[in-house]
């Protein structure tokens, strides 16, 4: 093998193999490539993701609010029950009371 045939030999390799690792590189990106359609979904899919969570964190504050007035209701109501209970009781105190003393009364009379 002469000195020209060795550089020719050297340089139809060197040029496959160029023209080998090009191909690939193409292949490469033409697979790995992210389509702009593809990118507008996911920013899409984002923007939907992040008003889906404002609207949770309105829904937590709603709730908080109301279990918070709710609970305050509660608190009343049962203060007004106690009250309710105590002016009963006394009440049929007072009523057992008059009884008797009516009872006293029509007894000595």
């Known amino acids: 093998m002469t000195r020209t ?3 020719l030999m050297t340089a139809v390799i060197l040029f496959v ?3 080998m690792g090009w191909f690939a590189n193409w292949l490469v990106h033409r ?3 992210v389509a702009q359609s593809d990118v507008d979904q996911l920013e899409r899919m984002s923007q939907e993701l992040h008003e889906a969570e404002e609207t949770r964190d309105q829904a937590i504050t709603y709730l908080q609010q109301r279990e918070a007035e709710l609970t305050n209701q509660l608190t009343q109501t049962e ?3 106690s009250a309710a209970m105590d002016g009963l009781r006394d009440a049929r105190h007072e009523a057992e009371e008059l009884r008797a003393y009516v009872e006293r009364v029509n007894q000595s009379g």
């Open 17 to 19: 193999a160029f023209c």
């Open 31 to 33: 697979f790995t490539r």
């Open 79 to 81: 203060a007004e029950l």
């Open 5 to 7: 045939e060795f550089i």
